[in-house]
C-alpha cells in the first residue's frame, strides 16, 4: 500500500500495529483486528484490496494519476484509469497477489527459526515500540510464525 499511496502523489499516515497485541486497533469500531486497516474520508476500510480500489475511486487520486500517465505515456497509448482497473491484466495481479503470492510468502519467511526472527527485525526500526515491546515481539513472533 505504500508504494501504492506514493505513486498516486497521496499523504497519509502509518500507525505500526504491534503484531501481538494489536493494541493500535483496539480504538476502532466493529471487531476486524487485521491490518492494514485505512480510514478514507472518516469511513474504515478493511484489507488491501477494499483499500486500493477506495483510493483509486477518490476523484483527486483519479486525476493525479490521469496526470501522471499521460506525462508518462510517451511510447505507450493511453488508458485511462477505469480500462486499466478493470483489465484482465490488472485483475489478474490483484487477485494473484492476494490470493497466492500472499499464501507461498508466509511459510518461505519463516522455513526456519532464524529465519522467522529475521522476519521480525523491522521491529528495531519502529519507534513507537519500547525496548521491551521489540525484544518481545522479535521473540514470542519468531516462535509463534515459526510453529
Not at 501522471?68 to 484509469?81: A, G, Q
Amino acid at each position: 500500500l505504500d508504494l501504492a499511496f506514493q505513486y498516486a502523489g497521496l499523504e497519509y499516515e502509518s500507525v505500526e500495529v504491534n503484531p501481538l497485541t494489536k493494541r493500535e486497533l483496539k480504538y476502532l469500531p466493529g471487531v476486524y483486528r487485521k491490518v492494514p486497516i485505512a480510514k478514507i474520508d472518516g469511513v474504515q476500510v478493511n484489507g488491501s484490496d477494499k483499500i486500493i480500489d477506495a483510493v483509486l475511486n477518490e476523484p483527486s487520486v483519479s486525476k493525479a494519476l490521469k496526470s501522471r500517465w499521460t506525462e508518462d505515456s510517451t511510447e505507450n497509448p493511453f488508458v485511462s484509469l477505469e480500462e486499466f482497473c478493470s483489465s484482465k491484466s490488472a485483475t489478474f495481479w490483484k487477485n494473484y497477489s492476494s490470493e497466492e503470492l500472499a499464501t507461498l510468502l508466509y511459510p518461505n519467511i519463516c522455513r526456519t527459526l532464524s529465519d522467522s526472527y529475521q522476519a521480525f527485525g523491522y521491529v528495531r526500526n519502529v519507534e513507537t515500540f519500547s525496548t521491551f515491546q521489540k525484544s518481545t515481539i522479535r521473540g514470542i513472533g519468531s516462535l509463534a510464525m515459526y510453529f
